[in-house]
């Protein structure tokens, strides 16, 4: 990375992991919940396995951070790709450790979110994964969520429309259908 300042390294570095929260809901909004249904719909639905079909989106997502990083360290391209590279390596560790392994507990941990940041991250993200459906749903983005009550108005104001009925129900309903 010779020839670029370190502290305009570190900006690119900082701004693309800022950035990449935009980029997020963007992809999450009008690809996952678009075109991309196919995979993403597999991560609202229960999961048989350690693995869904959306978590290709990860695979898929990493390409463009491998290339501008091999292209910034080792091809001669500009450096600052290799900063931007490494801060989009960076948002997808930083979304897993918080998606994945908090909120979904992939991984298992003890952790419990104490702060109200963390418990906003986490309500909203749950509170988008009451509706099942690819239309209707709530709060897209991740490190930065909108506040629970406002996507619980936007809920209701949809009417309820995708919303997934409680365990009870859908128990019931799967004995219902095997019989």
Request: overall charge positive; hydrophobic content about 50%.
């Amino acid at each position: 990375m010779h020839g670029m300042a370190i502290w305009l390294g570190i900006l690119l570095f900082l701004g693309t992991v800022i950035g990449m929260e935009a980029f997020a809901y963007a992809a999450h909004r009008w690809v996952m919940h678009g075109f991309g249904w196919f995979l993403h719909e597999s991560h609202h639905r229960a999961r048989h396995g350690n693995w869904e079909l959306n978590d290709l989106y990860a695979a898929i997502f990493a390409v463009p951070s491998f290339v501008l990083l091999l292209g910034g360290v080792q091809l001669g391209w500009w450096p600052g790709f290799a900063w931007i590279g490494a801060g989009i390596a960076a948002y997808g560790a930083i979304y897993f450790g918080f998606h994945d392994v908090i909120v979904h507990q992939r991984i298992p941990t003890r952790y419990l979110p104490k702060s109200k940041y963390m418990k906003r991250i986490v309500q909203a993200h749950r509170l988008h994964h009451v509706v099942e459906t690819k239309e209707g749903n709530v709060s897209f983005g991740f490190l930065v969520a909108p506040k629970p009550e406002d996507l619980k108005a936007e809920l209701k104001r949809r009417s309820r429309e995708g919303i997934r009925a409680p365990a009870r129900s859908r128990a019931a309903a799967s004995q219902a259908a095997e019989s």
